[in-house]
């Protein structure tokens, strides 16, 4: 079973002419690597190479998310922690008050976190599911999502033997 934990993502979102998802809102917003802004390199590289990604490609604590969002407060760019869960009970992290249930994606999160759902396919199967996503561009269960990366992967569609998880993805909210 794959562990929770935390990422360190953009506030915003960058979108590719033609994207069909406008809304998105989920773990494919890691800062790019290298920076291209001063400000944020020191954080960027302690973020790539200090060990404080596990191999999940997670962060394991909100001690170590809250000490790297500190680091990037340097940026112009606004940055975010968010929670990762790969359970399939949402309910019990909606509970807490500092966790804001945003949806559910579908990654590869232990390498850039790509996202199919940010990326959205133009296969005309995968319409169907447009209309299933939530405020935030992400699905509202796991049962859907899971639905949604069955049905990419049984079309081949882009890279459909990646690595890809459904996660659950929370926003945290830091007082």
Do not use: C, H, M, S
């Given at each position: 079973m794959k562990?929770?934990?935390?990422?360190i993502v953009l506030?915003?979102?960058?979108?590719?002419?033609?994207t069909l998802n406008i809304l998105y809102r989920g773990v494919d917003?890691?800062?790019?690597y290298p920076s291209n802004i001063l400000s944020e390199r020191e954080a960027n590289e302690f973020y790539v190479f200090s060990g404080v990604r596990l191999d999940s490609g997670l962060i394991e604590t909100l001690n170590q998310a809250t000490d790297l969002l500190k680091m990037f407060e340097k940026s112009p760019r606004k940055y975010e922690i968010l929670f990762c869960s790969f359970d399939?009970?949402?309910?019990?992290?909606?509970?807490?008050?500092h966790?804001?249930?945003l949806g559910v994606d579908v990654a590869s999160i232990s390498g850039d976190c790509w996202s199919i759902v940010k990326d959205y396919p133009c296969h005309q199967e995968m319409k169907?599911?447009?209309?299933?996503?939530?405020?935030?561009g992400l699905f509202s269960n796991c049962i859907v999502a899971r639905k949604y990366l069955m049905d990419y992967r049984s079309q081949?569609?882009?890279?459909?033997?990646?690595?890809?998880?459904?996660?659950?993805v929370y926003r945290f909210n830091v007082k």
């Open positions: 562990t929770n934990g935390y990422l506030d915003t979102v960058t979108y590719n002419k033609g917003r890691l800062p790019q399939d009970d949402q309910k019990q992290y909606e509970q807490e008050g966790l804001l249930f169907k599911y447009l209309p299933l996503l939530n405020e935030n081949k569609l882009n890279d459909y033997d990646f690595p890809f998880e459904v996660i659950a």
